[in-house]
């Protein structure tokens, strides 16, 4: 299913979150394989990593001059003090952060992260000159209550209603948690509908254009269906984005759509 011709996009976004998956060595291991190989850019592709706080800095010696932007998995919302194990904003920005996930629905729904600490990170990113990425999403549970709309409406809400962006750039990712690998896919029927559904909803907030993504077990098959839709703005692949294997695939086979639709 195709909605529109992809040089109708102006620019996407391809993020690779590696969650937990990798520990330091794997994941220097990983950065230095993905500059050892000759990948193709384009100027309307953002590529981003998102490394565990571990290996977040290594991560970003092996990448200096690279094409890669670099993004935390989560961030604090204070800034420096006396707040034992937390790394804010402030640092992650300090240490070259572009980029930081913020309510991924693993924090949501494994470490209790409510909407109201959801905003108070927004809110801190915004502040600290980085670009949160803020991960919304129905669980299957929501799904079969018939609340999917209603979850979405909320956490949207919680985000947006009041906040001052003052030319600040926020993303959205949808994850549907149920399609989080090793879930099963969205349909593009779906992920299309959705991805409209919630373009709107944040229209009701705020004039300035927001770019929404798609997370959910994206990988280098199905990442062109995601794509070629309206209102997606680019996708956020996990699993996929862990080995070498299955990412420079990915990374090639969207920058090839554009190469193809120049
Ligand atoms: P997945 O992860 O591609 O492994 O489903 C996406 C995400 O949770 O960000």
């Given at each position: 299913m195709k909605d529109k011709h992809l040089t109708t996009l102006r620019m996407i976004y391809l993020f690779g979150n590696w969650k937990m998956y990798l520990d330091l060595e794997e994941s220097v291991a990983l950065v230095t394989e993905l500059c050892n190989v000759k990948l193709p850019t384009h100027e309307y592709v953002t590529l981003g990593?998102?490394?565990?706080?571990l290996a977040f800095v290594s991560v970003r010696n092996v990448f200096k001059g690279s094409t890669f932007f670099l993004g935390a998995q989560n961030v604090g919302w204070t800034s420096k003090?006396?707040?034992?194990?937390?790394?804010?904003?402030?640092?992650?920005?300090?240490?070259?952060?572009?980029?930081?996930?913020?309510?991924?629905?693993?924090?949501?729904?494994?470490?209790?992260?409510?909407?109201?600490?959801?905003?108070?990170k927004v809110e801190a990113c915004l502040d600290a000159g980085?670009?949160?990425?803020?991960?919304?999403g129905e669980t299957q549970k929501d799904k079969d209550a018939n609340k999917k709309e209603y979850?979405?409406?909320k956490q949207i809400m919680k985000v947006f209603e009041g906040l001052s962006?003052?030319?600040?750039?926020?993303?959205?990712?949808?994850?549907?948690?149920?399609?989080?690998?090793?879930?099963?896919?969205?349909?593009?029927?779906?992920?299309?509908?959705?991805?409209?559904?919630?373009?709107?909803?944040?229209?009701?907030?705020?004039?300035?254009?927001?770019?929404?993504?798609?997370?959910?077990?994206?990988?280098?098959?199905?990442?062109?269906?995601y794509l070629s839709l309206n209102g997606v703005d680019g996708v956020l692949p996990g699993h996929a984005s862990t080995k070498?294997?299955?990412?420079?695939p990915l990374i090639e086979h969207v920058i090839g759509l554009f190469r193809a639709n120049p």
């Open positions: 990593i998102f490394p565990n706080p003090g006396a707040y034992t194990g937390s790394i804010s904003a402030e640092l992650y920005k300090n240490a070259g952060a572009t980029y930081a996930l913020v309510g991924h629905s693993e924090r949501r729904y494994i470490f209790n992260e409510t909407n109201e600490a959801v905003r108070k980085i670009i949160p990425v803020v991960c919304i979850r979405l409406k962006l003052d030319r600040k750039e926020i993303i959205i990712a949808y994850e549907p948690v149920w399609a989080i690998w090793p879930g099963t896919p969205c349909n593009p029927e779906e992920a299309r509908d959705t991805h409209e559904l919630i373009h709107a909803e944040i229209a009701k907030y705020t004039d300035t254009k927001v770019p929404v993504i798609y997370g959910g077990s994206v990988n280098a098959e199905n990442v062109e269906q070498i294997d299955t990412f420079v």
